[in-house]
């Protein structure tokens, strides 16, 4: 009981690969106390920017982090200013070259790391936990995923005694190591105490180890990919056409009122003109 593995650090080499891709040697020790100062640097500044896995690349004096977000459009700001600014602090902490890639996440709702950071973001707002919790389960079932769980731990609702609770849907083979399970952990600093954030997310089961490329990332998630990119492509071009039609039918309706409108003002320059005459007839009458 209670000998808990790390979702992910327990399938390393199987399906899944590691975060950081360096050669330490004799530096080891410090360079990986630099990787874990960047990342809580990254995801302290980029709190509300959905931020899920931060990869650090190393190759002689530089360095790249690629950084996948819910929102990159946070993290980019206004002509590119946010990220000029997090690539000259970040070259200040680690006096070397830096290279930043922001990678959008094309479904943050099945990605642990970011519905933990968002469950973590609402209890700070003191939003009732357990609908919360419901909320992210029945998104990401939405979003197609085989099972879900979160877990919260504290002060929940400001109760005196800290307690765990937790809610799950759907299947988490927690020792199945072809299960491509996905973890993600956050706190939520709430005015009572700390509040921690477990969230387990089961994608899928990779069990076509024929097609699976080097350090287990299968080869037919890039299909699963395409295709998925090809539906996405689909709606937005049935969106663009809705929206045509929409455009089409709003100008017809403008050009009818416009019309409209001519023609009020044809009757409304006829009646006067109609009404000039007349005045004009009287005032001859009268002098007659």
């Not at 360096?22 to 990254?42: A, C, M, P, V, Y």
């Not at 896995?53 to 946010?82: C, F, M, N, Q, W």
């Not at 997090?86 to 479904?107: A, G, H, S, W």
């Amino acid at each position: 009981m209670g000998q808990k593995v790390h979702p992910v650090g327990s399938r390393l080499g199987f399906i899944k690969t590691w975060n950081a891709k360096w050669f330490g040697g004799k530096n080891l020790s410090q360079t990986l106390h630099e990787d874990i100062t960047i990342r809580e640097f990254i995801k302290k500044k980029l709190y509300q920017s959905g931020v899920g896995k931060v990869i650090i690349e190393r190759a002689g004096k530089s360095l790249r982090v690629d950084i996948h977000t819910a929102r990159p459009g946070v993290v980019i700001g206004k002509r590119g200013a946010d990220i000029e600014n997090l690539k000259t602090d970040l070259e200040e902490m680690t006096d070397q070259k830096v290279f930043i890639n922001i990678i959008p996440i094309r479904k943050p709702e099945i990605d642990a790391q970011v519905v933990a950071a968002g469950i973590a973001l609402q209890l700070e707002k003191k939003m009732p936990y357990r609908r919360i919790m419901k909320r992210a389960i029945l998104r990401a079932m939405e979003g197609g995923v085989g099972g879900i769980k979160v877990c919260v731990s504290g002060r929940l609702g400001g109760a005196e005694i800290a307690r765990t609770e937790w809610q799950k849907e759907g299947r988490i083979p927690l020792q199945t190591f072809r299960a491509d399970i996905d973890y993600g952990f956050a706190e939520s600093f709430t005015t009572h105490g700390l509040i921690g954030v477990k969230v387990w997310i089961f994608k899928e089961e990779l069990t076509k180890k024929d097609q699976q490329e080097e350090l287990g990332e299968p080869a037919y998630k890039e299909e699963k990919e395409k295709k998925e990119e090809k539906v996405d492509k689909e709606k937005k071009e049935e969106k663009v056409d809705k929206e045509k039609k929409e455009e089409e039918v709003e100008k017809e309706k403008k050009e009818e009122e416009v019309e409209k409108e001519k023609k009020e003002e044809k009757v409304d320059k006829e009646k006067k003109e109609e009404k000039v005459d007349k005045e004009k007839k009287e005032e001859g009458s009268k002098e007659e």
